[in-house]
């Protein structure tokens, strides 16, 4: 199994910036890519960024532009840089980790609002 443990969330004002980091621990060897989805209320959960062990990225079109993910393989951490915030991208954000499972943090709170 991964466990998957997410730090970075907060409250920011529009225009500002976060990092969210996403540590990976347990069967860490057999992940392949690892992304950030997002889901706000009363809507469904979308990609935001997805990363490959590779380093081949892709990201929402909402997005493009404003953020970066990164990932740390020796740290098993993977980060998403968030820059030029507004409130839509106010979001439960959820890091995932895929193997032949689907692995999800329990998530953290970005709040976007002045």
């Known amino acids: 199994q991964v466990q998957l443990v997410e730090s970075g969330g907060g409250l920011v004002q529009p225009g500002g910036s976060l990092r969210l980091s996403c540590a990976a621990s347990?069967?860490?060897?057999?992940?392949?890519?690892m992304g950030w989805y997002r889901q706000a209320p009363g809507k469904q959960r979308e990609l935001v960024a997805t990363?490959?062990?590779?380093?081949?990225?892709v990201y929402a079109d909402s997005v493009k532009g404003r953020f970066t993910i990164s990932r740390d393989n020796a740290k098993n951490t993977v980060y998403l840089q968030m820059n030029s915030l507004n409130a839509e991208d106010t979001a439960v954000y959820y890091c995932?980790?895929?193997?032949?499972?689907?692995?999800w943090g329990q998530g953290t709170q970005v709040t976007v609002s002045s």
């Open positions: 995932n980790a895929r193997t032949p499972y689907a692995w």
């Open positions: 347990g069967s860490i060897f057999t992940i392949y890519a």
């Open positions: 990363i490959t062990s590779g380093g081949s990225t």
